[in-house]
């Protein structure tokens, strides 16, 4: 994905008078001024492909997504620190890591402020199935389980498919009932279907996810320094600490993600890309 967009500076200008000036005051003196800049930032977002399976919910180790239902899909929230094992990790990639750059030029003849957004490569984690099984003796919401199976792995036959595989399914089986099926050569074990079950004992899944790929390491410049605590005060996972005035970074612990560096008061702590 590659999306670039303007808005007008005169919009702009009208939407931050109307927030700007008090309600009684008629904004004759306002005056608004932008001068040249550019900005970027990482924008970590769930597309609408979401199968409500909440594996980012499990892995992410601040708490920063909101729990995907049968209504709605997950929802990154205002916690997240931009360690990007979310997007990593999702089964299908349906949350996207995204470059978002806003540029102003004061003497383009347009006047307006450019957006450019663009999906920005990352590392994907190993998600795999290893076993499932049904409990055909449980009533359950089977169709919102085929509903959201990604690969169609998940489906309701009636009892003549079941017949021609000669599957026992351990219960008596009606003409005209459908009844779920996993195909497990189609199953890539994103565990949407044990999610969204409402009986929590009709779906059993083994499934591995494997270890998170570091793209990114947290670069420190001692001699910048000057002993503030901020970084060990807001790293999420305790990887930072202070011991003698030097800064030590457990890598094991470390997640990569924001948090330090954005604190840092003098730029000593950096986030950048491995070789």
């Known amino acids: 994905m590659n999306v670039s967009f ?26 608004f001024e932008l001068a040249d800049f550019s900005t970027e930032e990482e924008i970590i977002a769930v597309a609408p492909k979401c199968v409500r ?38 089964p299908i990639s349906a949350i996207k890591l995204i470059n978002n ?6 003497g383009e003849e347009r006047d307006v402020i450019e957006y450019n957004l663009s999906n920005l490569r990352s590392p994907h984690r190993v998600v795999r199935m290893n076993d499932i099984s049904i409990d055909y003796s449980v009533d359950n919401n089977w169709d919102d389980c085929a509903n959201l199976c990604p690969t169609n792995a998940f489906t309701l036959e009636f009892k003549e498919f079941f017949d ?17 099926y996993i195909n497990e050569k189609m199953c890539i074990g994103c565990g949407a279907c044990a999610e969204i079950s409402l009986n929590d004992n009709a779906i059993e899944l083994d499934r591995y996810i494997g270890p998170i790929t570091h793209s990114r390491m947290v670069e420190i410049n001692h001699d910048a320094c000057v002993n503030c605590y901020l970084c060990e005060e807001n790293c999420p996972t ?13 890598n094991d612990k470390c997640i990569r993600c924001v948090e330090c560096t954005n604190h840092c008061p003098v730029g000593a702590l950096k986030r950048v890309e491995m070789n």
Not at 101 to 106: A, C, G, K, R, S
Not at 165 to 180: Q, V
């Open 6 to 31: 303007i808005k007008q500076m005169k919009n702009l200008e009208r939407e931050v008078l109307l927030k700007s000036v008090e309600l009684d005051d008629d904004g004759d003196d306002f005056q």
């Open 53 to 90: 399976c909440n594996t980012c919910v499990e892995e992410c180790p601040v708490n920063a997504i909101e729990p995907a239902n049968i209504f709605r899909i997950a929802k990154i929230t205002d916690k997240c620190v931009k360690c990007e094992i979310c997007v990593q990790t999702c």
């Open 101 to 106: 750059t806003v540029i102003y030029d004061n």
């Open 164 to 180: 021609d595989l000669n599957m026992d399914l351990g219960i008596d089986l009606i003409e005209e009932e459908l009844y779920p």
């Open 238 to 250: 305790g990887a930072i600490e202070l011991v003698d005035g030097e800064v030590l970074l457990d």
